[in-house]
């Protein structure tokens, strides 16, 4: 099992930058990779950005060059930098983290909001 908790979201205005952060518990030596998620309203759920355990990265096409994802050590915390922020980024952002054969994990989320 592996409990997660995100923080750091809030409300800033266009332009803005955001670092959001995800705390993660259990059985943090067998992640694979993890990620962060974004769910607008009215809107599905969608892929930002993953980090592989060999620090491989990949993002959306809709943020890169504004978001980087990094982690700790020991996938203990990872973080999303979100820079340039745009409205369209207005969305509640998941952490998510993958155990091969196990499963995945999602935490609770947290709120951005990008005002014009």
């Known amino acids: 099992q592996v409990q997660l908790e995100e923080s750091g979201g809030g409300l800033v205005q266009a332009g803005g930058s955001l670092r959001l952060s995800c705390a993660a518990s259990g059985s943090i030596f067998s992640i694979n990779f993890m990620g962060w998620y974004r769910q607008a309203p009215g809107k599905q759920r969608e892929l930002v950005a993953t980090?592989?355990?060999?620090?491989?990265?990949d993002y959306a096409d809709s943020v890169k060059g504004r978001f980087t994802i990094s982690r700790g050590d020991h996938w203990n915390t990872v973080y999303l930098q979100m820079n340039s922020l745009e409205p369209e980024d207005t969305a509640v952002y998941y952490c998510?983290?993958?155990?091969?054969?196990?499963?995945?994990?999602w935490g609770q989320g947290t709120q951005v909001t990008v005002s014009s």
């Open positions: 998510n983290a993958h155990i091969n054969a196990r499963g995945t994990y």
């Open positions: 980090i592989t355990s060999t620090g491989s990265t």
